[in-house]
């Protein structure tokens, strides 16, 4: 059976194709918007149907997986991607010796299946940032592409404290433990 991963994101094209299995990867066109008082891992695991669901639309014989990533400081208002390096600054100033909140949610949709959902939550504490940390990093790496602005498979694992999950790729972008126990369940194993 074909599997496809209903994403344009490079770190999650990279993430399943570490399981060895091959996909295709499709960017869905879909509204990120956030509802009305809608909690960041609902928003994720929404968005993660929506993105699932489009391409599964098209492709009614693959198995499909979206996925989305929400991330907060303050528990409830997302944060996005930076998209500038000035965004990024401000996003890593405002972390510095917090705590900020990830949820990372998949949804695989296979045929005869009824949807599998799952969101795993992360939680990122910053070290204590100087203005100058903070600026030869963003020199050095540019983390302009993810929510947070510091890539923990990168140079912006130096700016973190800790990072409590139950799934360290969650934090990349794709919870692999859980989804390869899933596509092994689907009869499309990883070993």
């Known amino acids: 059976m074909k599997l496809i991963l ?3 994101s490079s770190y999650r094209s990279e993430l399943l194709s570490r399981l060895r299995i091959p996909f295709e990867a499709i960017a869905p066109d879909i509204d990120e918007s956030r509802r009305p ?5 609902a928003l994720a695991i929404r968005l993660a149907r929506s993105k699932a669901q489009v391409i599964a639309n098209t492709t009614p014989q693959a198995v499909v997986i979206g996925s989305d990533q929400v991330a907060t400081l303050d528990g409830r208002t997302p944060i996005g991607k930076p998209g500038t390096i000035e965004n990024a600054r401000l996003q890593l ?5 917090r705590t900020m909140h990830f949820y990372t949610a998949f949804a695989v949709l296979a045929p005869g299946h009824a949807p599998i ?3 795993v939550p992360i ?3 910053f070290r204590q940032l100087t203005e100058a940390q903070i600026e030869r990093y963003l020199a050095l790496e540019q983390p302009i592409d993810c929510a947070g602005a510091a890539k923990c498979e990168g140079l912006g694992i130096a700016l973190l404290d800790k990072i409590e999950t139950d799934d360290p790729t969650a934090l990349i972008g794709l919870p692999l433990m859980r989804l390869a126990r899933v596509l092994e369940e689907l009869e499309m194993p990883a070993i």
């Not at 100033?93 to 010796?97: D, E, I, L, P, Y």
């Open 93 to 97: 100033t405002q972390a510095s010796a």
């Open 37 to 41: 008082g809608e909690l960041p891992a």
């Open 117 to 119: 959902e799952h969101c």
């Open 6 to 8: 209903a994403s344009g």
């Open 123 to 125: 939680a990122v504490t």
